[in-house]
């Protein structure tokens, strides 16, 4: 019994934790697509992801990659939060960056 209890448990949390994982994808996604995809996808041949898939990419850690989110989030007067700020950093590192 104990083992299904736990067993039981675990697909719970593991459920759990990828279903946050997809509402903050998500919550990344449309924060970018209203605040960024528009002069991105101008800037970069019409691919809003032009400036996270370019070769000569300015991001090379977590820190430069939060201190442009902050730029451009101050530039766009976009007036995200430090939460989204993260939410987004963790979305595109998970996405293009891979960083450590």
């Given at each position: 019994?104990?083992t299904?209890?736990l067993?039981?448990?675990?697909?719970?949390?593991?459920?759990?934790?990828?279903?946050?994982?997809?509402?903050?994808?998500?919550?990344?996604?449309?924060?970018?697509?209203?605040?960024?995809?528009?002069?991105?996808?101008?800037?970069?041949?019409?691919?809003?992801?032009?400036?996270?898939?370019?070769?000569?990419?300015?991001?090379?850690?977590?820190?430069?990659?939060?201190?442009?989110?902050?730029?451009?989030?101050?530039?766009?007067?976009?007036?995200?939060?430090?939460?989204?700020?993260?939410?987004?950093?963790?979305?595109?590192?998970?996405?293009?960056?891979?960083?450590?």
């Open positions: 019994m104990k299904v209890t067993l039981a448990a675990s697909i719970l949390v593991a459920i759990g934790t990828a279903t946050r994982a997809e509402e903050a994808g998500g919550g990344a996604q449309a924060l970018l697509q209203k605040s960024c995809d528009t002069c991105h996808a101008q800037l970069f041949g019409g691919k809003s992801d032009g400036a996270y898939t370019r070769s000569n990419r300015r991001v090379t850690s977590k820190q430069v990659l939060m201190d442009q989110i902050k730029l451009w989030n101050s530039s766009a007067n976009a007036k995200w939060g430090d939460a989204e700020m993260e939410t987004v950093a963790h979305y595109l590192n998970e996405q293009y960056y891979k960083l450590p």
